[in-house]
């Protein structure tokens, strides 16, 4: 474990209360601050987006929820070539630097049977999926994580159209959560939170009568095994999904409603290009993941970098970078792209795509890539390129992601938030 990632006044005081950091700040929520606040969630899929989560929460006093996935972050390093311990390294490298000293919530994101990309496609059987997710979650644990979140709704040994019935999804729920508790108590470590259910459709708990079905039948089993645990989040189908931007308010404050009959948030996930942000705390969400946004921000402004690029080669005579060639390349070969293509575009090439979608799965795909070694060497050669003009390269996208986190932070009323806790606890 890495004890020394955030060792904050308020993450102290959650300890002395014998509770989770995360349950911790939410709390604070409606009872004592006054105010609704959304905590944000950011999805780690890159050096420079947990640079910049870090300095824009130092810069509004809040704290910060990095999440990783199965994809992302795992025993076999992910797209990121990051094990769990080697993301908190990386965090704690980068807190250090930025001299960041508030909490920093590191979380799992969908950890369930085949939400890893490589079961799917190789067809592993539940068992399996079950056996790796273990290792999984205990590296979780092991590395210092605060809090996981227990996705166990996808089952694609059911016959096509066919989801998991709400009791087999509390079953296999409570199973995880049993085991992480044991791994946890046998390491002697403190209290860690719990994040359950899906938004997706094909979870099966999208419907507000089925969302509270999980929730009772949860508890009871919960109660049953003499586990003296409770998620501090549920994920609430909000209306959001990657394609599409609409937050349903009413269709949020209705789940809001039902999780806070049973002393839990609502998370909201696929936020990224919601416009109508400032009604998440209003409506009560409690935490909003933010994750291929911030991917599309670092890509558009790498491109505007080679586009400057261009205008200087012939000052300096030197090769260009070809770095959005380079991207191009990697991400096609890469063949992620597939998995988010629409019914109608299944089958198809990526040159037969629509410009449109290209650049969209360009934007949003660049995630799976950016720590593959020929789109690392084109980007150093870009930054060494426009170096030679005295610009920094580096520093404009990092000032691009932070202009993008900025908007998330003020929305979800997260200004001074450290400090309004820890007025509170004085």
Not at 186 to 199: A, Q, R, S
Not at 205 to 220: C, G, V
Not at 254 to 270: I, M, N, P, Q
């Amino acid at each position: 474990m890495c004890p020394n990632l955030d060792d904050c006044e308020i993450r102290k005081r959650a300890l002395e209360k014998n509770m989770p950091i995360t349950s911790f700040l939410l709390r604070f929520s409606n009872y004592n601050i006054g105010t609704n606040y959304t905590l944000l969630a950011v999805n780690a899929n890159s050096v420079l987006t947990v640079k910049s989560a870090l300095y824009t929460a130092k810069r509004f006093m809040s704290p910060i929820i990095f999440i990783t996935t199965l994809n992302q972050v795992d025993l076999d390093g992910g797209y990121t070539g990051w094990t769990q311990h080697e993301f908190v390294r990386i965090v704690s490298k980068e807190k250090e630097n930025i001299g960041f000293d508030g909490p920093i919530i590191l979380a799992s994101d969908h950890y369930g049977p085949w939400l890893k990309d490589r079961q799917v496609t190789e067809e592993w059987s539940y068992q399996e999926c079950i056996e790796w997710l273990k290792k999984s979650i205990e590296a979780c644990i092991d590395a210092g994580y605060d809090l996981l979140h227990i996705d166990m709704t996808k089952d694609i040994e059911l016959s096509r159209g066919r989801v998991l019935t709400v009791d087999k999804i509390v079953e296999r729920t409570v199973e995880m959560i049993d085991f992480s508790e044991e791994v946890r108590k046998n390491k002697g470590l403190p209290k860690i939170d719990y994040e359950v259910g899906t938004e997706e459709v094909a979870g099966g708990l999208t419907s507000i009568e089925r969302f509270e079905e999980f929730l009772l039948k949860l508890k009871r089993k919960l109660v049953e095994k003499s586990l003296n645990v409770w998620p501090c989040f549920i994920v609430g189908d909000i209306g959001t999904s990657l394609y599409n931007p609409s937050f349903e308010y009413d269709r949020a404050k209705g789940l809001v409603e039902v999780a806070s009959r049973y002393d839990c948030y609502v998370k909201g996930h696929y936020t990224d290009f919601v416009k109508n942000l400032e009604l998440y705390p209003k409506a009560g969400i409690g935490g909003a993941n933010v994750g291929p946004k911030f991917t599309q921000v670092e890509f558009d402004a790498l491109e505007r970098l080679e586009r400057i690029e261009q205008n200087l080669l012939n000052k300096h005579n030197i090769s260009a970078s070809k770095f959005i060639e380079t991207l191009y390349n990697s991400i096609v070969e890469s063949g992620r792209w597939k998995k988010w293509l629409f019914k109608n575009e299944e089958g198809k090439r990526f040159e037969q795509l629509s410009r449109k979608r290209k650049r969209w799965l360009l934007q949003t795909g660049a995630r799976y890539v950016w720590m593959k070694d020929d789109v690392k060497k084109a980007r150093e050669t870009l930054y060494s390129n426009l170096k030679l003009n005295g610009i920094d390269g580096e520093r404009l996208v990092l000032n691009s992601l932070n202009r993008s986190m900025s908007r998330f932070f003020r929305a979800f009323n997260l200004k001074d938030l450290n400090k309004r806790i820890l007025d509170l606890m004085k």
